[in-house]
């Protein structure tokens, strides 16, 4: 088997230039030639993980299969390239450290000084080989932050060292700022040469460099940028702002990004893939034939990247309908009685999103009892299931003070109360019911008519759940559980048969929605709000 190649992703300028897409584009069209691609994501904060950032932070928490809660990027990567990450594919320094002062407390280093080099890169550089280990025949690590970070320093010495190490199968590619002055009407490449130069001091040299820009850049500027950063003409590529960020594999590929990484690596380059169903995607999203409105109800829409994984399963499921689905962000905190009407009324859909705590939760109650009685196509998420569930409980059932003991522990009807073995556990991160979890759908239900079968596996990120004292007293008004684990027999989805299109999901369906291949819950949820919406 031939070695695995490492492609190094670093950013420069300014943070939030797109490197997690960069990194998916170049798996992405990898792949489209025959190569097993997987991608990493380093994130220099001291933080274990991203399970208890708070969303305003760093976006969503994603999370895998093997239940890590990970940086929203490894969404990017699964998105684009339909395979599935894991823990390993996202490290942080926190994670480095924690792992180096463990060792030296069990003795490992047998007493030696413990230090950033070699301690620290040596511990960066097995984390990353550890994936390329594995049998990829490409590993494509995005080093979070920007250049010049305090941060970042150490991933930029590990990844200088594996170079020097491996010379012939490691690549850098560097992206960065070329920014417009509107008084002057120039395009400026200072910022790109600073950038590169911070990189250089470091002992890095960039194989190739992609400038996001807002305008098209001339082959006399590309030239310029080469020369200032020794790096070669067919080695600067532009990454113009697109409609769409799943339009940039193909901008990438009409500039030869892939052909050219090849041959630095003295590989063969091959036909050009004809990427034929990533194209037919594109032709839908760009050609929709009509256009409905869906609400996504929650207390972070401020933040659009707090639900990116569901912003973008509507877009995969809209493709797929030829529909452009427009999602109104509407705040929980504001939504009331009085204002629901003027705040859905436009809408054919109401999505009530995943989260945490107390705010904004009844507005959500609001939300789904107007969706509810409306006959307004529902989909409620982790939460969002949770919330259906009391809604009904107190607006269908009489159970007035119903509630979670998440919110209130003293509710007097607990519909939905924390699980048995985590009743005695207080330290937050890793208490959860994360990852991948099986689930029995019943037959003739309308989750099976969806999913076209009847075992599912969905991943979870949660700790309460649904109370099964109450679940006869549900089922006899009409709220159906039509979804259980098999293994503990907790309840996963609920719906309401009597109603057009109802369904709660304490999983989160997003998580496994894909370009290529969108979830089947969103495809129907689409399709419902587009019959709806002619109704």
Not at 240 to 250: A, G, L, N, R
Not at 378 to 400: D, P, S, Y
Not at 505 to 521: A, D, G, K, M
Request: aromatic share 8%.
């Amino acid at each position: 088997m031939a070695k695995t190649k490492y492609i190094f992703v670093t950013g420069g300028v300014v943070s939030g230039l797109g490197k997690g897409i960069i990194s998916s584009s170049i798996g992405k069209l990898l792949q489209a030639r025959g190569f097993h691609v997987t991608i990493q994501k380093l994130d220099p904060y001291l933080n274990i993980d991203p399970g208890t950032l708070n969303p305003y932070e760093h976006g969503e928490c994603y999370v895998t299969t093997d239940g890590a809660e990970t940086d929203l990027d490894l969404g990017h990567y699964e998105r684009f390239l339909d395979h599935e990450t894991t823990q390993a594919n996202n490290i942080t320094t926190g994670r480095i450290y924690r792992n180096v002062i463990e060792k030296e407390r069990r003795g490992d280093f047998l007493g030696k000084t413990v230090q950033i080099i070699p301690h620290i890169t040596d511990e960066i550089k097995h984390n990353i080989q550890a994936v390329g280990n594995k049998g990829y025949d490409f590993v494509i690590t995005e080093i979070g932050g920007t250049v010049g970070d305090i941060e970042s320093l150490p991933f930029i010495e590990a990844i200088r060292q594996m170079k020097w190490e491996m010379e012939h199968d490691c690549l850098f590619v560097h992206l960065t700022l070329v920014p417009f002055l509107e008084a002057s009407q120039e395009l400026k490449t200072k910022p790109t040469q600073h950038s590169v130069k911070q990189l250089q001091q470091a002992g890095v040299q960039p194989d190739i460099l992609v400038l996001r820009t807002e305008h098209e850049l001339s082959t006399e500027l590309r030239r310029k940028v080469g020369q200032f950063c020794n790096v070669d003409l067919d080695s600067v590529v532009q990454s113009v702002d697109q409609k769409t960020i799943y339009q940039v594999p193909i901008a990438m590929a009409e500039q030869n990004l892939d052909e050219t990484i090849l041959r630095k690596f003295g590989m063969e380059v091959g036909e050009k893939p004809p990427m034929i169903p990533w194209r037919t995607f594109l032709q839908n999203f760009y050609n929709p034939q009509t256009t409905i409105q869906v609400a996504l109800v929650g207390k972070y829409v401020e933040l659009p990247d707090a639900y990116k994984s569901i912003l973008e399963s509507f877009i995969h499921a809209g493709a797929v309908h030829k529909c452009k689905v427009k999602v109104k962000l509407v705040q929980s905190e504001q939504l009331t009685k009085e204002n629901v009407q003027q705040e859905l009324a436009d809408c054919s859909g109401v999505l009530v999103a995943p989260g945490f705590g107390n705010r904004g939760i009844e507005g959500k109650f609001v939300a789904i009892q107007f969706a509810r009685e409306n006959k307004i196509p529902f989909l409620g998420i982790c939460l969002g299931m949770q919330c259906a569930v009391i809604e009904f409980a107190r607006n269908v059932l009489g159970h007035t003070n119903a509630h979670s003991t998440e919110m209130n522990p003293d509710t007097p009807y607990p519909v939905i109360d924390i699980m048995e073995s985590q009743k005695n556990l207080t330290q937050m991160g890793g208490t959860m019911r994360l990852g991948s979890y099986p689930c029995s759908l019943k037959p003739n239900s309308l989750a099976s008519k969806i999913y076209g079968t009847d075992k599912i596996v969905e991943r979870h990120r949660h700790r309460y759940e649904f109370n099964n004292n109450y679940l006869q007293e549900f089922e006899q008004a009409g709220m159906v559980a039509t979804g259980i684990n098999p293994e503990s027999n907790l309840v996963e989805i609920v719906e309401i048969p009597s109603h057009p299109w109802f369904v709660a999901v304490q999983f989160h369906p997003e998580y496994r929605s894909r370009v290529i291949n969108p979830h089947p819950l969103f495809v129907e949820f689409v399709k419902a709000a587009m019959e709806h919406s002619v109704q």
